[in-house]
């Protein structure tokens, strides 16, 4: 009986063992493994000067992050231009004051910033496998799904006073200008489609008469904002939501997308095109999780330093 059983125990120890290695590696390090990553993009006017943009996203704060909070503020030695916060700033109702810390050196700068569902709602525990079966099913968020019930509402109100105290624009289903070093950058927003919080029609229209560039800015990559966007002439769209996958498969990539958009697109640059249209587009993986999966796996937490230059 001992022949006939220890080679299947052994294997099973020692895939366990695997497992819980690769569990301790994913959220003891991985998932606090902060990285930089950097863009140039050709949208701006014939012999503008170059615009430094940062992005952040999906930060999904939970009180006691110190390594995070200190990372966020560091990134303001980048001196950005400008900053775009593609949302899911919290992931903890009591973590507002935490998150405001952490971005406070950058709010220094001009911004704009838009909201996702975990902004307004707590995160549920969840069966990860989830994701997969969504996917299988073409259901993604409130697409498909019944609504949220009973979830945790979360403290946004003081979150969006300290940006617009901050001077930083409110881009929910509106639009906003910046303007820099003689340059005019005009911004069109969504709130988030994955709860349908969308409104493009009260929005569209198009990029701005007589400024120098004009952007998308929305939180969840769903294909109807993005093909809204192109379809009326934007250059540019940047997102976040997708957490570039967040567990994914070394030297193939990510297995969902937590939308309808295609792994293929699932973080960094890439393009969207509809009809005779094409913009860039860059999704950032965003430096958080929801603070029920605190892991990451070949796909470390990041924000982006988007260098526009003029288009050739």
Not at 133 to 144: F, M, P, R, V
């Amino acid at each position: 009986m001992r022949a006939r059983y220890g080679v299947p125990l052994k294997v099973t120890a020692v895939g366990a063992a695997i497992g819980a290695a690769g569990l301790a590696y994913a959220a003891g390090f991985e998932a606090r493994s902060f990285r930089l990553r950097r863009v140039t993009i050709p949208v701006l006017p014939h012999g503008a000067r170059p615009l430094r943009v940062l992005q952040v996203s999906d930060i999904h704060m939970v009180s006691g992050q110190r390594k995070k909070r200190a990372w966020l503020q560091s990134l303001a030695g980048l001196r950005p231009d400008f900053v775009v916060n593609t949302g899911d700033n919290l992931s903890d109702p009591e973590a507002v004051p935490e998150l405001l810390d952490a971005l406070g050196p950058l709010m220094e700068f001009p911004g704009v910033y838009v909201f996702g569902s975990n902004d307004y709602y707590g995160p549920k525990l969840r069966n990860p496998a989830r994701y997969l079966l969504e996917k299988a099913h073409g259901k993604h968020g409130l697409n498909g799904n019944a609504p949220a019930v009973g979830v945790v509402h979360n403290p946004w109100e003081p979150m969006r006073d300290a940006f617009d105290e901050a001077g930083w624009l409110g881009l929910s289903n509106t639009r906003g200008h910046l303007k820099l070093d003689g340059l005019e950058i005009a911004f069109t927003g969504l709130d988030d489609p994955h709860i349908k919080r969308d409104r493009y029609a009260e929005v569209a229209g198009g990029p701005e008469t007589g400024a120098d560039l004009s952007i998308g800015v929305v939180h969840a990559p769903y294909l109807r904002s993005l093909d809204a966007f192109t379809r009326d002439g934007y250059p540019l769209i940047l997102a976040g939501h997708t957490h570039g996958g967040q567990l994914c498969i070394p030297f193939y990539g990510a297995l969902v997308t937590n939308c309808d958009l295609d792994t293929d697109r699932v973080k960094g640059l890439s393009s969207h095109s509809v009809d005779d249209h094409r913009a860039y587009l860059h999704v950032s993986a965003g430096c958080g999780t929801n603070r029920y999966t605190p892991v990451r796996f070949a796909c470390p937490p990041e924000a982006t330093l988007l260098t526009l230059t003029a288009r050739d």
